[in-house]
């Protein structure tokens, strides 16, 4: 005897139609729930600066505090690669001067005709321009420097920036009055114990690891050269860009005096096209967890809402502005 075949009735299709529904329901919710994190790139600098171990802490946080996003610190020579890989979304967040930024996202000097759509999360600490040596070079002032060997700082720094536009401010050609190195500030240090280098430009918070190893080298004695007789020729030229500042001689042991130098602000930033929520949430924890990335580097305690609108040469990302708008910062 054969069977005879039907179509289900409407009730028996409005039960398989919602199985269907609860499986592919489901589906999806696995799928959601394996979906890989967010992954971050963080460039910074070397590894004997500021920006790397503060960089891997801020990496720390994200990873911690932010559901589903995961992000690691890069090491790279700094501000002016930094800017390129942004350029290239090679990287998402960045760790920047601010004078390598205004040029970057202006399309000048080292980025003439390519400017890079970059966006500032905030500006962080304050970098102070050192030019270090040790006694027996002969270099007490800038002019000093004339027929010296002297690094002016990894090549894609902003140390090299900075070091070359100081030079020129105080007379000095970088090409030709000086015997030029381009160093980091770690290759930098070792150059100077081996008497390689009489003297080296360095651009970075308050203490850089590396100098403090020259500062505290039996045998040595470190000298830092004051920089301030630069700024007015600076300040004609890129504004307030650079300002005055002053490295404390308790900051580096053996060093006679304070020295005077010139001073350029931090960012952190990223490329417009980053995700707005992300970028609300990252400058949230920045200065939600302030203390904890103090505890990195003592250079984050510095990191300050007061006059922020006015600190970065280059336009907020609106996640940012987001964030300062509900904190009442004034400008935004």
């Not at 100081?166 to 000095?172: F, Q, T």
């Amino acid at each position: 005897m054969g069977y005879i075949r039907s179509r289900p009735s409407g009730i028996v299709r409005a039960v398989l139609v919602c199985g269907l529904a609860v499986v592919a329901a489901s589906s999806w919710a696995a799928v959601a729930l394996s979906a890989p994190p967010v992954r971050l790139s963080i460039v910074t600098g070397g590894t004997g600066g500021v920006y790397f171990p503060m960089g891997g802490g801020l990496a720390q946080l994200i990873s911690k505090y932010l559901p589903d996003t995961q992000a690691t610190a890069e090491v790279t020579s700094a501000s002016v690669d930094n800017m390129r890989l942004i350029g290239a979304k090679r990287a998402d967040i960045a760790f920047t001067l601010a004078d390598t930024a205004y040029d970057a996202f202006t399309g000048q000097a080292t980025f003439q005709g390519a400017p890079i759509p970059i966006r500032t999360l905030t500006p962080l600490y304050n970098n102070f321009n050192h030019l270090v040596t040790i006694e027996g070079t002969g270099v007490a002032t800038v002019a000093d420097l004339r027929g010296k060997r002297v690094s002016v700082g990894s090549p894609g720094s902003g140390t090299e920036v900075t070091a070359v536009r100081i030079l020129r401010a105080a007379g000095l050609d970088p090409d030709r009055d000086i015997r030029k190195e381009r160093l980091g500030v770690q290759e930098s240090v070792d150059a100077i114990k081996d008497r390689k280098i009489d003297a080296f430009f360095w651009s970075g918070g308050l203490p850089t690891s590396a100098v403090l190893d020259l500062a505290t080298t039996p045998g040595l004695r470190i000298r830092l050269v004051p920089l301030d007789t630069t700024i007015a020729e600076l300040q004609k030229t890129y504004g307030n860009l650079y300002f005055k500042a002053v490295i404390l001689k308790e900051i580096y042991p053996g060093a006679a005096a304070n020295a005077a130098t010139v001073g350029v602000a931090n960012l952190l930033v990223v490329h417009q096209d980053f995700n707005g929520d992300l970028a609300y949430q990252i400058t949230k924890l920045i200065y939600e967890r302030r203390s904890e990335l103090a505890q990195v580097h003592k250079e984050a305690a510095n990191i300050t809402l007061t006059g922020v609108v006015g600190r970065s040469p280059v336009p907020f990302h609106p996640g940012a502005i987001r964030y300062f708008k509900e904190k009442g910062v004034q400008g935004f």
